[in-house]
């Protein structure tokens, strides 16, 4: 069986991406390099939370790169990964071991007149509805990113279209 350390950090910070040491690590790496932690910290745990394998390293090179230099963008991308594929292989581990638990725990006795643990399934239902929320929050602010994009982009482009107005004007008084 797991320490007991293990199993409080596992299931404690499953919300947070798997374990708390994780979102913890990602807060205060994010505050080093000068990012929001509030804002990409929430957005990038989605991310690893919700894409695929292959998909994780070039989303996460699509977030950081307005915060990071070309030749650090990749180190710092692989390095959130590796430590979430790590912290996320300790979380299934502990909740092997848990589960091992749970069902040795009721199998022990077969005697029908004894109550059914719904405990287990109360935790497993809460976590799922905060794993759905946490999915929902991610997918929402990813679609507002987006929105976000497409706005700074016709904002960009309406500039460059006044000054180019702008330009052509000066040139005709001349």
Do not use: H
Not at 14 to 19: I, K, T
Not at 102 to 129: C, I, P, Y
């Amino acid at each position: 069986m797991a320490a007991p350390s293990e199993v409080d950090a596992a299931s404690s910070g499953e919300g947070d991406g798997g374990g708390s040491g994780f979102g913890s690590w990602l807060d205060e790496r994010l505050e080093a390099l000068g990012v929001d932690r509030a804002v990409y910290g929430a957005y990038i745990l989605g991310v690893l939370q919700e894409e695929e394998e292959e998909e994780k390293l070039d989303a996460l090179q699509g977030i950081l790169s307005a915060f990071l230099e070309e030749d650090s963008l990749l180190n710092i991308c692989k390095e959130i990964v590796e430590r979430w594929s790590e912290t996320q292989s300790v979380v299934t581990k502990v909740k092997k071991e848990d589960e091992k638990d749970d069902s040795g725990a009721t199998t022990v006795n077969t005697d029908k007149s004894l109550f059914r643990n719904t405990n287990v399934e109360d935790v497993l239902n809460a976590r799922k509805l905060e794993r759905d929320s946490l999915r929902d929050e991610s997918q929402r602010k990813k679609e507002q990113d987006k929105l976000q994009r497409e706005r700074d982009k016709l904002a960009k482009q309406e500039r460059k279209e006044k000054e180019k107005k702008r330009t052509q004007r000066g040139e005709r008084k001349r």
